[in-house]
């Protein structure tokens, strides 16, 4: 079983930036598609951004340009980085990683069976 711990989440001004991380209780680089969603009150868990196996990324229409996900491969954490943040960019926002044939956002949430416990972000305009 896979555990996630993600931090970094918080409350920042419409334009601010924030840096979410994740950190898995096993080695992930290489073997599993790790994946950032975001849950909006009464809405849909939706993704945002996700990482292969080998550092291929695919990223959400409404966050291209303005987020980044990246890993630290040594340290085995994963990160989102957010600029230029928008009141719509709040959410709830987990980590996920799954062992899958086919990593990708086209599928949504279900494909990844392992889930941190959340961060909230919240964009205030």
């Known amino acids: 079983q896979v555990q996630l711990s993600e931090s970094g989440g918080g409350s920042v001004q419409d334009g601010g930036s924030l840096r979410l991380s994740c950190t898995p209780s096993?080695?992930?680089?290489?073997?599993?598609?790790m994946a950032w969603f975001r849950q909006a009150l009464g809405k849909e868990r939706e993704g945002v951004t996700l990482?292969?196996?080998?550092?291929?990324?695919e990223y959400e229409d409404s966050v291209k340009s303005r987020f980044i996900i990246s890993r630290d491969s040594v340290a085995n954490i994963l990160y989102l980085q957010m600029y230029s943040l928008k009141p719509e960019d709040t959410a709830t926002y987990y980590c996920?990683?799954?062992?899958?044939?086919?990593?990708?956002?086209?599928?949504?949430?279900?494909?990844?069976?392992?889930w941190g416990q959340g961060t909230q972000v919240t964009v205030s305009s």
């Open positions: 096993v080695y992930t680089y290489g073997t599993y598609c």
């Open positions: 996920a990683a799954g062992f899958v044939p086919k990593c990708t956002l086209r599928n949504g949430p279900s494909p990844f069976d392992h």
């Open positions: 990482l292969t196996r080998n550092d291929s990324t």
